[in-house]
């Protein structure tokens, strides 16, 4: 090879060598900087969340169960107050989940928030771990509220490191029981006797029970199952999630006798007399004590043994209306019934009305003056230190239909008479067919994905009792037995009646029967099937839903950036 063709080699070779050490080190610096860029990234994200999980810690003590989340709301639009909100929801809504929070946030009321950075010690805490940024809480209204009071919250927490931020939100609700499917203190009854889960029986949503379950047959457990242990007599049970044990620290937080307590003083301060509901300003329930009082109605004395709750009739049946009341009461040797009020629609179509029934329920009711028809701020519960009836009292043995979202609280026992079926499942439970209609799969689906605004709650300190075995039984409800139990009166007498159907969820302080069964034939009463209202995890509740205090339900949590 010539000289000069050498060189000229070298010479390219060298240019060559300098332009691939030029792209390496252009290389390795992008490199660099988007390694440092992901590792801020990762860094400020990573702040985000440890601040939303102090954030969570210092908010709990403020979800006073019945009470709702009570915070110092400040009154102020929050995309005029704190600068990075719009950019949040921009980012946030931008996201491939961005349908679904748009539709979330038609729920959040965007005209109140509580800044955390306002609790002094929540600065220390945050300073003492390394920690900065800011942590704001917005009231979920959708769902219901006591007064100002939400049952839910969105809690949003935001992070930056330079030109980076990052964002981490948690939904959060009271810690109601209805979480659970099923909830039991004890699956033995009183007598020693235990309660078998049997083949056929479907729990369809989270379960749980401070006891040991006994199984005899092949039931199916559709969701999370939390338990003392469980015994298997005979069969195979199905647990699609398997199943968690309990342990005595577990058990001890959700102590059922505990939770009533707390739940009964915290009911008092939501509902008032007749006299002072009527003339209140504010939204309360109603409180009917009568036990023990009598009146004189000429020259008897009648003396209250009972209060009768009617839900609306179906169509063409009675009276539309949301509840009516009745008072039953001995007099002498007979019984009877008074007619108390009535809570109906505002003919202008929002808002509810009382009508009182005449001079007998005003010396019940201790109304001395005042008209008989009066609109009021009615917030759904009513509590009596009354046995209460709930029934079709107008038209016996036809299913009621609820229209709202209530909560009926006995001090001593709850009685089911006729079939409770909320108002938008109307169309699927007609009132004519209803006894004959088995809930299958396909009925199921239907119920979870209505579009649906009715609720209800029925809790008794002691027994909530099916009294009348209607045919193919629906309860639409949330039940409550702080003390007994769910059951069903004469469950060992005469023949099947089919499919027991709760849509809702059940605690009971130990499981009641419902029926008894040979192997897997039923032989006298009902077999179960309990299906979850999952909408309850979606914030859906009325005031007044057993909750345990200074606790909190996680229903997301998601990061942002």
Request: charged content about 20%.
């Amino acid at each position: 090879m010539k000289k000069g063709y050498v060189l000229i080699f070298t010479l390219v070779l060298l240019t060559t060598v300098s332009l691939f050490t030029v792209a390496l080190l252009t290389n390795l610096s992008v490199y660099a900087k988007r390694t440092a860029f992901e590792s801020n990234k990762n860094l400020v994200h990573l702040q985000a969340q440890n601040l939303l999980q102090l954030s969570i810690a210092f908010i709990k003590p403020n979800f006073n169960g019945v009470g709702g989340v009570t915070l110092n709301w400040t009154n102020a639009r929050l995309s005029g107050n704190v600068t990075w909100w719009d950019t949040f929801k921009k980012t946030l809504l931008s996201q491939s989940d961005g349908d679904f929070w748009r539709n979330f946030f038609q729920r959040v009321d965007e005209n109140r928030y509580f800044n955390l950075h306002s609790i002094s010690k929540f600065n220390e805490t945050i300073n003492l771990h390394g920690l900065s940024g800011t942590t704001i809480v917005v009231p979920i209204t959708g769902t219901y509220q006591v007064g100002s009071n939400p049952y839910s919250v969105l809690l949003v927490s935001r992070a930056v490191r330079g030109k980076i931020e990052a964002y981490a939100l948690a939904v959060l609700a009271v810690d109601f029981l209805n979480k659970y499917a099923y909830f039991t203190e004890k699956e033995i009854r009183p007598s020693g006797q235990k309660i078998y889960f049997i083949t056929r029986d479907v729990i369809d949503g989270p379960m749980r029970s401070n006891d040991v379950i006994h199984i005899w047959g092949n039931p199916i457990f559709r969701s999370t199952v939390e338990v003392k242990d469980v015994e298997t007599v005979s069969g195979s049970p199905t647990f699609h999630f398997g199943w968690r044990r309990l342990n005595q620290e577990d058990i001890q937080a959700y102590n059922m006798t505990m939770i009533k307590n707390a739940y009964s003083n915290d009911l008092e301060a939501l509902v008032k007399p007749v006299n002072d509901f009527l003339n209140s300003a504010v939204e309360t329930g109603i409180k009917l004590n009568l036990k023990g009082k009598t009146i004189r109605v000429g020259s008897n004395d009648r003396t209250a043994q009972k209060l009768i709750v009617e839900f609306k009739s179906a169509q063409g049946q009675g009276s539309d209306h949301f509840i009516k009341v009745w008072v039953q009461y001995t007099q002498g040797n007979n019984t009877g019934t008074d007619a108390l009020f009535t809570l109906k629609p505002n003919p202008s179509g929002t808002g509810t009305r009382m009508v009182i029934h005449g001079e007998s329920a005003r010396r019940w009711l201790d109304l001395t003056s005042g008209p008989d028809d009066k609109e009021v701020n009615f917030s759904g519960i009513l509590m009596s230190d009354l046995t209460v009836a709930v029934q079709n009292n107008s038209n016996s043995d036809k299913p009621m239909y609820v229209d709202g979202r209530y909560t009926i609280y006995s001090k001593e026992n709850v009685e089911i008479y006729d079939h409770i079926v909320y108002e938008d499942f109307r169309h699927l439970f007609p009132h004519n067919t209803i006894d004959s209609i088995i809930v299958n799969d396909n009925l199921i689906n239907q119920m979870k994905n209505a579009t649906r605004t009715d609720f209800l709650n029925i809790v008794a300190d002691k027994y909530i009792l099916v009294k009348e075995k209607q045919s193919n039984l629906k309860i639409t409800a949330s039940l409550y037995s702080f003390d007994e139990s769910f059951m069903v009166e004469r469950y060992n007498e005469g023949s099947p009646v089919g499919q027991l159907t709760i849509f809702g969820s059940l605690m009971q302080y130990y499981r009641g029967p419902v029926g008894t069964f040979s192997g897997g034939t039923i032989r006298t009463g009902y077999y179960k099937n309990y299906i979850y209202d999952y909408k309850i995890l979606e914030g859906m509740s009325a005031i007044g839903t057993p909750a345990k205090r200074g606790e909190v339900v996680l229903l997301t949590v998601r990061g942002v950036f």
